[in-house]
């Protein structure tokens, strides 16, 4: 069964994704915070915190999994990695197709957003 039975099972797979979310952010501020030294930060957070939440995270994560394995986590991993399958051509590599313009000017109307604008650089 794909979709949760009850509102318990909605929860759990919501945390767990979440929690996903939460480490890989974690993550990125380490290593953000070693190889980009000189950023300017208004606020800086003491390395101790996001290495914490790495650790808290990733119990958060794999309990669930370990405790009570669920073929729902597996699609809910399978749901977040196909994202890439879009972000690496079209993000990563600025891959354009032609149709997108058309598409996005067509969602603005639809959904009476502003047009985007174009920032030099």
Not at 72 to 86: I, R, W
Not at 94 to 114: D, H, S, V
Request: glycine letters at 6%; charged letters at 15%; aromatic letters at 14%.
């Amino acid at each position: 069964m794909i979709c949760a039975g009850n509102i318990g099972g909605l929860i759990d797979f919501f945390s767990f994704v979440a929690w996903m979310f939460y480490g890989g952010t974690m993550v990125t501020v380490v290593v953000m915070r070693f190889t980009e030294k000189d950023l300017p930060r208004p606020y800086k957070v003491p390395i101790v915190i996001p290495l914490v939440m790495i650790v808290v995270s990733a119990y958060l994560v794999l309990a669930p999994i370990i405790e009570n394995p669920q073929v729902e986590y597996f699609y809910a991993l399978l749901f977040l990695l196909s994202g890439l399958c879009f972000y690496i051509p079209f993000v990563h590599f600025k891959i354009r197709l032609r149709i997108m313009k058309k598409f996005t000017r067509l969602m603005q109307l639809l959904l009476n957003c502003a047009p985007t604008e174009s920032v030099p650089g």
